[in-house]
């Protein structure tokens, strides 16, 4: 829930039966391939997909209270324990959203995405 209300944007999708799925994402796609008993600490913004199994915790990555960290949902992430494979996004929706709004004239990072590309596109 702090992942989805807390700025990244995040969700939780399930997908099982035989076929493609097509997902989207910012910049390269990635993987980690855990072993068992194996960790890694990974910023929300960044995970994709993990298998169903694997074993993960979210937790602030700074210890202590942050009233900003809550709001922004900055300061997140994921821990992940093996075994299971964890796909990663090369690069932070927060971060290309502002970098787009900084090369769109006349629009600002606290407008997001959708703003942003009203106006690319005439909207």
């Not at 979210?58 to 809550?70: F, I, L």
């Not at 090369?90 to 106006?119: K, L």
Request: net charge negative; hydrophobic share 40%; aromatic share 10%.
């Amino acid at each position: 829930m702090a992942n989805l209300f807390g700025g990244e944007g995040g969700f939780g999708f399930r997908a099982s039966g035989q076929g493609e799925a097509l997902v989207s994402v910012y910049g390269a796609v990635d993987y980690i391939d855990l072993q068992p008993q194996e960790l890694v600490t990974i910023d929300t913004g960044h995970v994709v997909a993990y298998d169903l199994a694997i074993q993960f915790r979210m937790r602030r990555a700074v210890e202590g209270r942050s009233v900003q960290s809550v709001k922004s949902g900055e300061g997140w992430v994921f821990d992940f324990s093996g075994p299971g494979r964890v796909l990663l996004q090369s690069r932070n929706p927060e971060a290309f959203q502002q970098w787009v709004a900084a090369t769109v004239p006349g629009r600002t990072p606290r407008e997001g995405i959708g703003g942003i590309a009203g106006g690319l596109f005439g909207g």
